[in-house]
């Protein structure tokens, strides 16, 4: 008896988890349904020959298009778009650096999905992780046109809700990047001020 019920458990299990196909585009919808979320995170990061560094934690602001805000605790480093221009601000050098924001076709995938004009669908080859914990979905993602930044990564969603719960990214050098988001809360009308940011004063610019 007790064997017949777990068959039947695991058939039913093995019906309604989603194929890699099916959970893309059903986070993808979600996605399209969120203009901004705002979160704390977690960051590790490890080597393919080295070990894991100390844990860094910070905040995250997006909002579409194409606007992103980072700043980490300890170090105080800063990182943000405004839809225009991608800046980095390092605290303890006071160095600031900015470049132009890819857009469009010309742009990688990874951007593009900060952009808000990305499709998981269109844009990667998906794949389902071999381990899925309980509560979760970790569908792996690999850009379809080559990115110098990014290999492969793993988006890992929470199973009732489809909010990120987490991102891994693996670079071209092997070298791994975890986040773990927290506190996460979406559509809360994010303001533009949180993006048309500038360098403090005395910054030494690159």
């Known amino acids: 008896m007790l064997a017949l019920a777990a068959g039947v458990a695991a058939g039913l299990s093995a019906q309604t988890a989603p194929t890699a196909a099916d959970l893309a585009q059903r986070i993808q919808a979600h996605y399209d349904s969120v203009k901004d979320f705002q979160a704390d995170f977690e960051q590790t990061s490890r080597g393919q020959f080295t070990p894991k560094l100390p844990a860094q934690r910070g905040r995250l602001l997006v909002k579409k298009p194409g606007r992103m805000y980072m700043k980490y605790e300890r170090e ?108 996460l809360k979406e559509n809360v009308g994010l303001a533009d001020k949180e993006f048309n940011r500038k360098f403090p004063n005395g910054t030494i610019i690159k």
Do not use: C
């Open 76 to 183: 105080k480093n800063e990182y943000w778009s405004d839809g225009i221009r991608y800046y980095v601000y390092l605290a303890a050098s006071k160095e600031g650096h900015s470049e132009p924001l890819q857009k469009g076709e010309s742009a990688y995938a990874t951007v593009r999905l900060l952009m808000g004009d990305g499709s998981l669908v269109r844009d990667f080859t998906s794949s389902m992780a071999s381990d899925q914990p309980a509560g979760q979905w970790r569908l792996v993602l690999i850009p379809k046109r080559a990115d110098p930044a990014v290999k492969s990564m793993v988006l890992i969603v929470d199973r009732a809700s489809l909010k990120l719960v987490g991102l891994e990214k693996v670079d071209r050098q092997g070298t791994t990047d975890t986040w773990v988001f927290s506190n």
